[in-house]
């Protein structure tokens, strides 16, 4: 069973990590705001949550490049439940979700090609089979995929992956399964 694995950029990594950097900067805010107003028994967590939320912040502004950071889901998983042990519950929950959600869209984006048809990586996955598939083509960096339904879908393919991929053999493959069905 032939399998094509194509790496299509996330566009949407940018502004994740944008969002991201200004929830770090209002949970850090945040936690200050919670060490100066709380009692010395209580303040030793506020400064451990200030901290877990400086060190990616710093990251993020240190670095030229804006790299995801490796932790940066974990810290909003830690730092909702130290704002739970605060009493401010809806912002743990709101943090939670976004943490989750960060897992999702930090994932790399795959189209995968194989046998059965096309499966493309959205939220939830679909599956177009070959039956229901007119033409797919790997032409100028560009994943082209005609549906029967009348759909297009063009997909730039990511630069880091055009190096090692064989859009030849990969055509010939798409066009053996639309001829076979």
């Not at 009692?39 to 710093?58: M, Q, T, Y």
């Not at 743990?92 to 960060?102: E, K, R």
Request: glycine letters at 2%; a positive charge.
């Amino acid at each position: 069973m032939k399998t094509f694995a194509i790496e299509i950029p996330n566009e949407r990594l940018k502004t994740y990590q944008k969002v991201a950097f200004i929830i770090l900067t209002l949970n850090f805010l945040g936690f200050g705001y919670v060490f100066l107003r709380t009692i010395v028994n209580e303040s030793f967590i506020a400064v451990a949550a200030l901290i877990l939320n400086a060190v990616p912040w710093l990251y993020f502004l240190l670095n030229k490049k804006h790299i995801k950071s490796p932790v940066i889901e974990f810290v909003f998983i830690l730092s909702s439940f130290i704002w739970v042990y605060f009493g401010n519950i809806w912002m743990g929950i709101m943090l939670l979700l976004f943490a989750v959600m960060s897992f999702f869209t930090n994932k790399k984006t795959i189209v995968t090609v194989n046998d059965e048809g096309v499966i493309y990586p959205s939220f939830p996955v679909k599956k177009y089979l070959w039956s229901h598939i007119t033409h797919v083509m790997c032409k100028d960096d560009i994943l082209t995929i005609d549906l029967k339904d009348n759909k297009l879908l063009q997909l730039n393919i990511d630069k880091r992956f055009v190096a090692d991929f064989d859009a030849s053999e990969f055509n010939n493959f798409c066009n053996l399964k639309k001829d076979f069905n």
